[in-house]
């Protein structure tokens, strides 16, 4: 499923993706939606790939579409549409069993549910959790395709809940993730991504005494000079701890910080670690939804440990051990 944001090169997306997928393509209103949807709709010819338009009912027949998916807040108009165009594929999204329900009255063949995981995404709910997803499959009519925070480690979750498939976003970006040791001169580049991430930021004499330190091990991902995401982790004998891990805001939700705290994991572990600590601010789900679908498990809180404009928050203390 593309997002302007998200998947922002959605074409190179579509040529990488196996035969025998479907491609959902969500425009959002973008000016060049018609050109786009044109040469994705050659792509998955090309392919082999199912090419479905979100919503827009008049460009997936102009472009010839396999078919549309409707949100939920529009499902409403999905008999019609199922009416209308009986050839097509036609796919709802559903947030509750209601909805699921509201996509197997009208007709339609399939319905996406989100979020089953904990996502990125800014849009993104509560997780339903595996429990709830297989009640919901097993009272659905129609096939169920999970959505929201899939990857690799996610999806083996799912053996025997019964979904029929798995969609993703961020999941199918295309970047850069090759990460790289940094030096002193990423020190202005690390002070300003960490004072447009946290308040106060740290200092670049705090970046330039990281990168000195031999216990310290500062990784980052660096495309064209700039820098995208850095990560700084300490290791003392056996125990490592992330310091700070953070990603450009234009580039997030895009996996870079998954491959930033998968590289500084394995630094770690030939370093001879075997546990990894960190925390988090209570009010960040983007970070806990990235560490606990990477395997890390709550240990611990400090009350009002982060400042805020508004007060103070707590800090989730979180675990992994690596060997």
Not at 27 to 42: M, N, P, T, V
Not at 63 to 83: F, N, Q, T, Y
Not at 143 to 153: D, H, S, Y
Not at 162 to 176: E, H, I, M, P, Y
Request: aromatic letters at 6%; glycine letters at 10%; one cysteine or more.
């Amino acid at each position: 499923m593309s997002d302007p944001v998200r998947t922002p090169d959605v074409l190179t997306v579509a040529r990488n993706l196996p035969k025998g997928a479907a491609l959902i393509y969500r425009h959002f209103g973008a000016d060049d939606r018609e050109g786009i949807a044109k040469q994705l709709r050659a792509i998955s010819t090309k392919s082999g790939l199912q090419f479905l338009v979100g919503q827009d009912v008049a460009l997936a027949k102009l472009v010839g579409a396999d078919g549309v998916h409707i949100p939920e807040r529009d499902l409403v108009a999905a008999k019609s549409i199922r009416e209308q165009h009986p050839d097509w594929i036609v796919t709802g999204a559903a947030h509750s069993l209601d909805a699921v329900l509201e996509c197997a009255a009208a007709g339609l063949d399939a319905c996406i549910v989100s979020p089953v995981f904990a996502s990125d995404s800014i849009s993104a709910g509560d997780p339903l959790g595996i429990m709830k997803l297989t009640e919901m499959v097993k009272a659905a009519p129609i096939p169920i395709i999970a959505l929201g925070g899939i990857n690799v480690e996610t999806a083996r979750q799912l053996s025997g809940t019964g979904v029929a498939g798995l969609a993703g976003v961020s999941g199918f970006a295309v970047f850069d993730t090759h990460t790289v040791s940094l030096s002193t001169k990423h020190v202005a580049q690390m002070a300003q991504l960490h004072g447009l991430e946290f308040t106060p930021g740290w200092p670049q004499s705090d970046f330039a005494e990281h990168l000195a330190a031999q216990t310290d091990d500062v990784l980052g991902i660096v495309s064209r000079g700039k820098l995208k995401g850095f990560v700084i982790a300490r290791t003392s004998v056996d125990q490592a701890e992330i310091l700070t891990l953070l990603v450009d805001q234009t580039h997030k939700r895009a996996g870079l910080g998954r491959a930033l705290l998968q590289a500084a994991e394995n630094k770690i572990c030939k370093r001879g670690a075997d546990i990894m600590f960190l925390d988090v601010a209570a009010d960040n789900p983007a970070a806990i939804g990235l560490y606990e679908n990477a395997g890390y498990a709550r240990c611990g809180l400090r009350p009002g440990y982060y400042r805020r404009a508004r007060g103070r928050v707590a800090a989730i203390l979180y675990r992994k051990h690596l060997t």
